[in-house]
C-alpha cells in the first residue's frame, strides 16, 4: 500500500524546478564562497543520557577548537579517558615528528578493542541491549544480535582462531560479503591481538593474491560466495585462485552463506561452522591487553603509485578518535538506531558501522544488499522498518535514487530520522538539497563529512545541529584539527583561492605507516610538503572559513566513492597482451562522481574492434575486480608524450573533461599530431554513448 510520508517533505523544497543532473563539479566550479549558511535545525542543548554534551554554539567551537590546538595532549587525553576503558593509563600522550615521519599516541597505554566495544557493554546495563541488526540482501533474511549475544560469538570465534595457530600480530585476511560473521571474526582478531585486513569483496582473486602476499597473511577468511541484488556470486573460487601463489597462509575459513557448490581443499579449508562447533571452545575468551601503539589493522587503498598501500591503523589513537568523531558527529544516542550503509570491509564501515558505533555501545545496521534491489526504494524501507535515526551515506547512492524518481520516497515513513550523513566525495548543492529535504524533512541537519582510509575517521565535517550549513561544503575541521591550504610552493592560499589540503598537527586516528615500507610512508604524505601532512586533496577556504573540497588532485581516481590510482589501472591495460601501452584518468559523471576513462594504443598487428574493447574491460574487471569497470576505452594509434617520453595526461585530463579548447602549451609535445585524433575519437566514443 502506498503510504503517505509522515514527513511533510511534498511541495516543500526549494529546488523542485532544477532537477537536473549536476556533476560534482558543479559544487567545485561555484566559484564564490558567497553561499549562505542556512541556521541550524534546533535542538535540545544539554548534557545527553549518555553524558555527552554537544558544543551549544559556535563560539563555543571556537573556543574549544582553540584551547585543543594550543594543548592537544589534554583534549585528546581528556577524549581517550573518558570514551575508552583502559587496562592501564598511558605514560606519553603524544610524542611526534612529521618530519622522520614518526606519531606515537597514548604510548605505554594497555587497551584492547574488543573488550571497548563489547565486554563493557555487557558487564552492565546494555547486556541485553540491541548491538547489531543484520539485514541480509533477501527481506526476510534477519539477524538481531544483543551485546551478550555478540560478545559469546566473537569469544568463540576467538577462541577458535587461537586453535588454529593465530597469534597476536598475525595477520588475517577477510575476503567476506557483508554478512555478520565479518564483525565477529574482526573482533575476534582484535580480542587476541591480530591484525584484521579487509579486501572488499567486490575485488578479484588477483587483487586479494596481492594483498594477502604484501601482508603475508597466515589465515584467510571468506565465504563461498555473496548475494548482489538477488543473485549469487563466488568467493571462495576467487581465493583459491589467488593462494595458488601465497604460501603464507595455512589456513581458509569458509563462511556457508549462499549454499553454492564450494570445492574445499583438505587440511587447508574448514567451514566455519565446523571450527565454531566445537564444543571446548572458550566462550569467555579474555581480551589480551594490547599497547596503544600494536596494529589493529591494515586496509588497502590506492594511492598515485601503482601498487596498493597497506595503511596501518593503531589500537588507542584509532579507537579514541573512532568514538569520539561518531558522538560528536552522529551525536549518538543510547536509544538510537545508527545506519552507515558502507561495507564493513572499506573504512567508512569499519570506522562508522562497527568500531564507532560499538564503542558508544549504539545499536547499528548492517545492510548486506544495494539500494535498488529489488525495488529503487530499499534504503527507505529498511529506515522505515529498523525506525533508523542517523543515516550514513554517499552521494552516489543519492544520485542513483534522484534518478529513479521522487515518488519512491512517498511510500516510506522516515520520520525517525534525524541526523543525514554523506560521506565519500563532494555532494553537490542539488544532491545536498534532495537528501536534505526530501530524504529527510528539509529541517534535520546534514552532515558532509571530510576524511580518508588514512585519516581513521572524520576530519571536516558540520557538528550537528552547531555548525550553519552550507549545501556543497563540508565546513570547518573538527576541533583539535589543525588544516591549511597551501599553494604550490607551500604558501598560505588567499581566500577562495584553490590550494592543497594539508594537516599540520597529528591526530589520534591518523595512520601509523604503510605496511612493510616506510620509505613510502613519508614519501607519498610527507615530503611534498615537509613537516605536514598531505592530503592529496583540493579546497578552498571562503571568507567565512568554510572549507569546499574539490577533489584529488593526484592520480586517484574516485568512482563511486571507491579509490583507483591511474598506475594500477594502467599497469592493468598494459598487462594485456594486446596493448601496448595505455593512459588512464577520470572523467567527471553525473551519478557516480567519476568513471574510469582509459586511453589505449594496442600493438601495431592488434584491430581494433568492439570485440577487443569488450576483452579489455573483462581483463580489467579480473585483474583488479569488477568494481573497477572502465567506462570508456578509447583506442588511439599514439598517446600524447613529452620529448622524454613522458606521457601527458593533463591533455588527456583536459580532453575528457570537454576542455577542448583549453589544452594548454602543447609545445612540448614530441607529437602533437596525435592531438586532432584523440579529440575526434573522445568525441565520437562519449557522444555515442549519450545517445544511447
Ligand atoms: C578520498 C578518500 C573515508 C571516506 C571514504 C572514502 C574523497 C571523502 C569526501 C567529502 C569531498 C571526499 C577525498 C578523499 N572524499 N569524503 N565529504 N567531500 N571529498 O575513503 O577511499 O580513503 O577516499 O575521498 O578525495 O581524499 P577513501
Not at 270 to 281: E, F, K, N, Q, V
Not at 302 to 321: A, D, I, N, Q, R
Not at 462 to 486: C, E, M, R
Amino acid at each position: 500500500m502506498v503510504q503517505p510520508t509522515k514527513n511533510g517533505v511534498k511541495g516543500k523544497t526549494k529546488n523542485s524546478s532544477q532537477t537536473q543532473q549536476t556533476t560534482p563539479q558543479a559544487a567545485s566550479g561555484q566559484k564564490t564562497g558567497a553561499a549562505k549558511a542556512t541556521p541550524p535545525a534546533s535542538h535540545k542543548a544539554g548534557t545527553r543520557k549518555n553524558g555527552y554534551k554537544p558544543l551549544a554554539s559556535m563560539e563555543e567551537y571556537e573556543a574549544v577548537a582553540k584551547k585543543a590546538l594550543e594543548d592537544p595532549e589534554g583534549y585528546w587525553g581528556e577524549r581517550a579517558k573518558s570514551l575508552l576503558h583502559w587496562f592501564k593509563p598511558w605514560e606519553k600522550t603524544l610524542s611526534y615528528d612529521f618530519n622522520e615521519p614518526r606519531v606515537e599516541w597514548f604510548a605505554g597505554g594497555k587497551l584492547n578493542a574488543s573488550y571497548n566495544c563489547i565486554d563493557r557493554h555487557v558487564e552492565g546495563p546494555r547486556r541485553n541491549k540491541v548491538a547489531l541488526i543484520w539485514q541480509g540482501d533477501p527481506e526476510d533474511d534477519v539477524r538481531i544480535w544483543t551485546y551478550q549475544m555478540l560478545y559469546d560469538r566473537v569469544c568463540r570465534c576467538a577462541s577458535a582462531l587461537k586453535n588454529i595457530g593465530v597469534r597476536k600480530g598475525d595477520r588475517v585476511v577477510l575476503y567476506l560479503p557483508m554478512i555478520p560473521e565479518a564483525v565477529v571474526v574482526m573482533l575476534a582478531c582484535a580480542r587476541i591481538g591480530a591484525v584484521h585486513v579487509f579486501v572488499f569483496a567486490g575485488f578479484s582473486a588477483a587483487s586479494a593474491q596481492s594483498r594477502i602476499q604484501d601482508c603475508e597473511a597466515k589465515v584467510v577468511i571468506t565465504a563461498d560466495g555473496m548475494f548482489r541484488a538477488g543473485r549469487v556470486m563466488p568467493l571462495k573460487a576467487n581465493i583459491d585462485e589467488a593462494l595458488k601463489d601465497c604460501p603464507t597462509v595455512r589456513r581458509v575459513i569458509v563462511v556457508n552463506r549462499t549454499n553454492m557448490s564450494t570445492s574445499m581443499k583438505e587440511r587447508r579449508d574448514i567451514w566455519w561452522r565446523d571450527l565454531m562447533a566445537d564444543r571446548s571452545l572458550n566462550a569467555r575468551l579474555p581480551a589480551v591487553p594490547m599497547d596503544a601503539e600494536d596494529l589493529l589493522f591494515i586496509l588497502y587503498t590506492s594511492g598515485s603509485t601503482g601498487k596498493p598501500k597497506g595503511v596501518m591503523h593503531t589500537t588507542g589513537g584509532y579507537l579514541t578518535y573512532a568514538a569520539h568523531t561518531t558522538q560528536a558527529i552522529f551525536d549518538t544516542r543510547e536509544e538510537d538506531v545508527h545506519w552507515c550503509t558502507a561495507d564493513v570491509g572499506w573504512i567508512t564501515g569499519h570506522t562508522y558501522a562497527l568500531y564507532g558505533p560499538l564503542l558508544l555501545g549504539g545499536t547499528t545496521v548492517l545492510f548486506e544488499g544495494g539500494p535498488r534491489w529489488p525495488d529503487p526504494d530499499r534504503y527507505w524501507q529498511i529506515i522505515e522498518k529498523f525506525r533508523v535515526n542517523t543515516f550514513y551515506t554517499a552521494p552516489t547512492a543519492i544520485r542513483i535514487l534522484i534518478r529513479e524518481g521522487d515518488e519512491w520516497l512517498e511510500r516510506s515513513d522516515r520520520s525517525s530520522l534525524r541526523l543525514l550523513g554523506s560521506v565519500g566525495e563532494p555532494i553537490d548543492p542539488e544532491t545536498w538539497h534532495w537528501y536534505r529535504d526530501k530524504v529527510g524533512d528539509g529541517n534535520i541537519p546534514l552532515v558532509d563529512t571530510w576524511w580518508q582510509t588514512e585519516t581513521g575517521g572524520i576530519m571536516i565535517s558540520p557538528l550537528p545541529f552547531t555548525t550553519p550549513l552550507k549545501p556543497g561544503s563540508a565546513t570547518k575541521p573538527l576541533p583539535g584539527i589543525d588544516v591549511s591550504v597551501v599553494r604550490e610552493d607551500g604558501k598560505p592560499a588567499k581566500v577562495n583561492e584553490e590550494g592543497h589540503l594539508v594537516i599540520n598537527k597529528p591526530w589520534p586516528g591518523m595512520l601509523r605507516g604503510i605496511f612493510g615500507d616506510p620509505a613510502k610512508f613519508k614519501e607519498n604524505y610527507f615530503s611534498r610538503f615537509p613537516g605536514r601532512y598531505l592530503s592529496g586533496d583540493g579546497v578552498r577556504m571562503d571568507e567565512d572559513g568554510y572549507l569546499w573540497l574539490l577533489g584529488r588532485l593526484d592520480d586517484v581516481i574516485n568512482v563511486s566513492g571507491h579509490r583507483f590510482s591511474t598506475a594500477e589501472m594502467e599497469a592493468a591495460f598494459n598487462a594485456h597482451p594486446s596493448v601496448a601501452e595505455s593512459s588512464v584518468v577520470g572523467m567527471a559523471h553525473p551519478v557516480k562522481g567519476e568513471v574510469i576513462y582509459a586511453f589505449v594504443q594496442l600493438n601495431a598487428d592488434e584491430k581494433a574492434t568492439e570485440s577487443i574493447r569488450s576483452e579489455l574491460r573483462k581483463w580489467v574487471r579480473r585483474e583488479i575486480g569488477p568494481i573497477a569497470s572502465p567506462e570508456y576505452i578509447q583506442f588511439t594509434e599514439g598517446l600524447p608524450k613529452t620529448r622524454s617520453g613522458k606521457i601527458m595526461r593533463r591533455v588527456l585530463r583536459k580532453i575528457v573533461s570537454g576542455q577542448i579548447d583549453e589544452l594548454g602549451d602543447l609545445t612540448t609535445l614530441s607529437n602533437p599530431d596525435v592531438i586532432d585524433s584523440l579529440v575526434e575519437e573522445y568525441e565520437r566514443l562519449v557522444g555515442m554513448s549519450s545517445m544511447r
